[in-house]
């Protein structure tokens, strides 16, 4: 009996994933620590030393005549540690200045500012009629609310930080077919935002960026929702009574649904087409010829044409439907900083301020020695770096490794194609992550302090024009674990990336043909929604170029043949033959020392590297 309660107790977890409220843009997850069953031996995991100081003894039991093999060992209680120096395993990098309560706002030194965000939220809601006071019918349940702080920084300069708070409701308690149906609801893409980026440094189009004040509260609820009423705004008299929600709210799961279909209503009453190919893309051809284009991110919005006095227009137009807020010229967005030169005709895009909050937050200072290549030769990772013992569990178990590789993860997708084979690989082993891998982290953390100024440079190309071109390439079981080889492609327009990807291919592939080929028919899929999408946004372009270095893939793609080494391969992946029969797609051969997409599938020198990076305009800004 002993035998087995100690079996038990062995096998119950050492961390509890909580889930905690938060916007549809911004969720937490909190991680609840408790001390090891056995005395630490390891040092500590994370760049800075950890103290003992959060540990809360706690108080023994009463001594009682029960055997000592019935009798389960107390385990001692560690303090939340959420704004730690472990980055409190959340995903998002905050300042740690924002309150996390409302009591936490008032007694802050700036609670004068984080009262005036609150009352400013407070009068929208009322303006917009988002509920009526209540009393909770018998049988139902209201949902409670919390308040979310956060600061909007400037592009330049503190001078022009936003003091922002959102009553947000706790969405998670709501019951599905009750409280909600639908809950889908698409943002724009970042390939089309860089699209969109770069059509205008290449068309030297004005670009303004706009914010919808409370976006959540203009969509209609068709559901009876009650919620509790805000801290520190209940009505005297009435502190019991509930809030019927006549709008939607943030925080319900229904709410981006609900406020995309009203936004997606207004833009087509404004006689505006919304794109075959990405639902958050919107625009409208003026009398001139030329178009006006608008896309929309949740409550971001970025708005281009070749007239000021069109864009005004259309701001005009949205100003008398929703409250808005205008940005002026679009110097941020989605944390992606955006500059001009018009004289020029360039633009640039980079994450240098949300860079330089990640690699503080892990650790990693001016001192930090810096490396040139995102992951070294020598670091060979595979799942035989994952821990094999209880003590190696117990020192990866304070390691932030998902939070890391999530941090680094958001840089790829937005800025950073340098980076995306290194962090397809780490992400492999989040599940298990070792030593081992934690080491493959600090090193990217490592190139990423020498290269945070690094970003995509567009600009104006008189040789292409307006044209895409695609690069594909790949590496033959590279995968140490399966054997599975790397697919990679990067698609360019006015010299800079607007796609790319670095995978692990689904199958284990048996030739280097039938590698390549793989890799083509994924880029050729990408080539064919890219195409797609440049013709809705009324840029014609006749034959697509798709580069890759492997002549006899090549081949096999263009001629209806079979050979023995090769009819193994699966019928799915031949639709890139009918592709390239209709002459939308032209697939091309290119030198293996020209390809850039050679640095997505494989670790290469730094020679290698640097001309990969200088043949796409991926330079220091």
Known sequence: ESAMLYKVNLEEPDYIPIQVEGTPKQVEFERTMVTPRRNATSD??????????DEIPTQEPLQQSI?????????GIKKLARFTDMVAYALPVCDDSIPSTYPDAIRSTESGNWASAMEEEMQSLKKNKTWKLTQLPEGRKAIGCKWVFAKKEGFTSEEDIRYKARLVAKGYAQKEGIDYNEVFSPVVKHSSIRILLALVAQLNLELAQLDVKTA???GDLKEEIYMTQPEGYKVAGKEDWVCKLSKSLYGLKQSPRQWYKRFDKFMKDQKYKRSKYDHCVYLRNLQDGSYIYLLLYVDDMLIAAK???EIDILKAQMSKEFEMKDLGKAKKILGMEISRDRERGKLWLSQKQYLKRVLQRFGMYDDTKPVSTPLAPHLKLSSQLSPTTDEEREYMAKVPYANAVGS??????????????????VSRYMHDPGKGHWQAVKWIMRYLQNTVDVGLTFEQDKSLGKCIVGYCDSDYAGDLDKRRSTTGYLFTLTKAP????????????????EVEYMAITKAVKEAIWLHGLLKDLGVSQKQLDVYSDSHSANHFSKNQVFYSQTKHIDVRYHFVREILEEEEILLQKIDTKENPADMLTKVVTRAKFEHCLDLVNIQHI
């Open 67 to 75: 055997p000592s093999a019935v009798r389960r060992q107390r385990r």
């Open 44 to 53: 500590s995991p994370m760049l800075e030393e950890e103290s003992d100081e």
């Open 216 to 218: 959540f509260l203009n």
């Open 498 to 513: 607007v796609s790319w990807k670095s995978t692990l291919q689904s199958t284990v592939a048996l030739s280097t043909t």
């Open 408 to 425: 680094l993860m958001y840089a790829m997708v937005c800025t950073r194609p340098d980076i995306s084979h290194v962090v397809s690989i």
């Open 307 to 309: 007239s000021q006095v």
